[in-house]
Nanobody
Framework: QVHLVESGGGLVQAGGSLRLSCAAS????????MGWFRQAPGKERDFVAA???????YYADSVKGRFTISRDNAENTVYLQMNSLKPEDTALYYC?????????????????WGQGTQVTVSS
């Protein structure tokens, strides 16, 4: 059974940094796309970033230049380094895995999901 477990969320002041981790088990995702999404209360789940098996990356415009996605295939883990955080980054952050090689930014394109980790940025 596949599990994605996020960690690293918390409360941080605006301008601060957090590093999210997503540990996968039950399947190796080294050949697949890994992504991060986020969902604020009352809003839809939005794409944040994704990384392919070849380390190609793609970011939402709202986080470009501030967030960095990376992966460690040996550890079956994907990371999201978040710098210069803003109050509008406050959300529940989800890790997701898409079987296959093509990066997608749509929610429905991903096959596996974690339970989420809360990020709260105070002003």
């Amino acid at each position: 059974q596949v599990h994605l477990v996020e960690s690293g969320g918390g409360l941080v002041q605006a301008g601060g940094s957090l590093r999210l981790s997503c540990a996968a088990s039950g399947r190796t995702f080294s050949s697949d796309v890994m992504g991060w999404f986020r969902q604020a209360p009352g809003k839809e789940r939005d794409f944040v970033a994704a990384i392919s098996w070849s380390d190609s990356t793609y970011y939402a415009d709202s986080v470009k230049g501030r967030f960095t996605i990376s992966r460690d295939n040996a550890e079956n883990t994907v990371y999201l380094q978040m710098n210069s955080l803003k109050p509008e980054d406050t959300a529940l952050y989800y890790c997701a895995a898409r079987l296959g090689s093509g990066i997608r930014s749509t929610y429905s394109a991903y096959d596996y999901w974690g339970q989420g980790t809360q990020v709260t940025v105070s002003s």
